[in-house]
Every structure is written in C-alpha cells, then in structure tokens.
C-alpha cells in the first residue's frame, strides 16, 4: 500500500509543459491528476468517461460546445459528464486536479493535435 504524502503545490511548480498531466494518485480504476494551465487547451470530449475538476490556486473557466460556460475558482469545483465537448481557458495560472477512469479516451474537434 502506498503511504507517500505528496505536496500539490509543490507538484505543480514543477510543471513546466503548456499541457502536462501528472498522476498524483491511482484510486481504484481512477487516476487523480494535477494539471497547471497556463494556455487554452483544444475543444475535446471524453465519449465515455465523466471528468471531475477541483480548482486549487488560480482561476479556470470551462467552456462547452452546447451550454453556457462555467468559472471555477480555488475550491470550485465540477463535473463534466462523458461525450461533452469543453475546452479549458485558463486567467492566467491555474491549478486543477482531475479525476478520471485510468484510460480515458480524448476525442478532439480537430484531428490534426
């Protein structure tokens, strides 16, 4: 059994790529992870995986294709139900983890990234 205490914010001040994820944790067939956005991320979905976010520091807001957009903030959070296409728009730094099926799939709207 895993017992590491893991420090978020010191995680994230170690990622420096625009779209990194780091798997903070495995519970069950789920992986906890921590993402630092600092740049819009594409318009995707995850055809059969629900998304759940948590705002740690900053600011984050979820756009979605067919409903009006949604602003987290430090302890917002929300969940994204499998097949919904969502971007994520960033004010300037912020830190989010992510809860999601070990293998999600992502589909995004332009097959070329």
């Known amino acids: 059994m895993e017992r590491e205490v893991k420090n978020i914010r010191t995680l994230s001040e170690s990622i420096q790529a625009e779209h990194e994820h780091v798997v903070v944790a495995?519970?069950?067939d789920?992986?906890?992870?921590?993402?630092v956005n600092e740049v819009d991320y594409?318009?995707?979905n995850h055809p059969n995986a629900d998304e759940f976010f948590l705002v740690t520091e900053g600011e984050l807001t979820i756009e979605f294709e067919d409903a009006e957009r949604?602003?987290?903030r430090v302890n917002d959070s929300v969940v994204i139900p499998a097949g919904?296409?969502?971007r994520t728009r960033p004010v300037g730094r912020a830190v989010n983890l992510l809860v999601e099926p070990k293998n999600t799939?992502?589909?995004?709207r332009d097959?070329?990234?």
């Open 30 to 35: 789920h992986h906890v992870k921590l993402a």
């Open 70 to 72: 949604v602003t987290l």
């Open 42 to 44: 594409p318009w995707h």
């Open 105 to 108: 799939a992502t589909e995004f």
């Open 111 to 113: 097959p070329d990234i």
């Open 26 to 28: 495995s519970v069950n």
């Open 84 to 86: 919904v296409v969502h």
